[in-house]
């Protein structure tokens, strides 16, 4: 027969192990919902592909340097992966405006930047055996400033240009070795631009894949910020001409991805400029853009101030 007091014993032990393995238990929840919340610091920016509509990002990139704060890096698509490169590479928004502005609104300029003086023939950049009929590496050689960084490893931010491998369908994210290439590779929109051939990948417009990069950041213990401009808002009822449906058609797709992603994950903070009413090639309207796009500075400076306070 069972004693009394081995009763008692065997209570004693067992409620001493539950306590013990509760109080365990406890301590092991509190270790992980710590690990779980840690505090974000800083920010990375993601600047969207959207060809002329991009220069919406250059209020952006102003505000930043109202503020005096600096992303911890930087992603671009396209148009955005060429003004990430060059703030990246230490032109300030002001800097980036005027260039952009002065090469887009006095067209004989730009023209005779097309002249190409350094030795280049035009049939290095119209060529019309290539599978586009223009070469981007040429093109941006030409036009862009000559302050641009030779390299990722030059830069003044690390940068993550976005592009898509032809044959394999997929991802590519560039953000080492020569720069102005990998730009040219994000920019390369079939039938215009020829695609640009790296690592022996062959690469095209990076928006096929990723137009707003804002999740190539995830798990970075950083603040995301992503602007889109792929955003359209049209009134317009008739039809478009051949060239406006093929490069609709384009920003159809970009739009749709984003709003894909954005089902799955969000950035901490996602600016979409009003700017939809805009057609992708309209360069020379940048100083309407860049002016419809001046309403989303203000919310982009208060957004992201509160964003970094709470962290």
């Known amino acids: 027969m069972?004693?009394?007091r081995d009763l008692m014993l065997a209570a004693i032990t067992t409620g001493s192990s539950l306590g013990m393995s509760s109080a365990a238990s406890a301590s092991t929840t509190r270790s992980d919902s710590a690990e779980e919340v840690q505090p974000k610091s800083g920010f990375s920016l993601a600047l969207g592909g959207g060809a002329a509509k991009a220069f919406a990002h250059i209020p952006i990139l102003e505000a930043l340097d109202e503020l005096g704060v600096k992303p911890i890096e930087i992603s671009g698509t396209s148009m955005g992966a060429i003004l990430g490169g060059f703030y990246a590479s230490g032109m300030t928004g002001k800097e980036i405006r005027d260039f952009s502005v002065d090469l887009f609104t006095r067209k004989p300029q730009l023209l005779n930047k097309l002249f190409l003086k350094n030795g280049r023939t035009w049939s290095s950049l119209f060529n019309i055996s290539q599978p586009a009929i223009i070469d981007p590496v040429v093109l941006f050689e030409t036009i862009f400033p000559t302050n641009l960084a030779d390299t990722f490893?030059?830069?003044n931010l690390p940068l993550k240009v976005m592009a898509t491998d032809f044959y394999s369908q997929s991802e590519v994210i560039l953000e080492n070795g020569p720069l102005l290439p990998a730009i040219a590779a994000s920019s390369a929109l079939p039938m215009l631009l020829t695609p640009v051939k790296i690592d022996g990948q062959v690469l095209i417009d990076g928006g096929f894949v990723n137009p707003t990069p804002f999740d190539v950041f995830e798990g970075n213990g950083h603040f995301t910020v992503g602007v889109d401009v792929t955003g359209s808002d049209?009134?317009?009822k008739d039809l478009p001409s051949g060239l406006e449906t093929w490069i609709g058609s384009f920003a159809?797709?970009?739009?749709?991805?984003?709003?894909?992603k954005l089902e799955c994950s969000k950035p901490d903070l996602l600016i979409e400029p009003p700017i939809g009413k805009f057609m992708t090639m309209d360069f020379f309207k940048i100083e309407e853009i860049i002016a419809a796009a001046e309403p989303a500075k203000d919310e982009f400076k208060r957004k992201l101030t509160s964003l970094l306070d709470a962290g």
Request: proline share 0%.
């Open 252 to 260: 159809i797709t970009l739009h749709s991805l984003v709003a894909a």
């Open 153 to 155: 490893e030059d830069l």
């Open 234 to 236: 049209f009134s317009r």
């Open 2 to 4: 069972i004693k009394r």
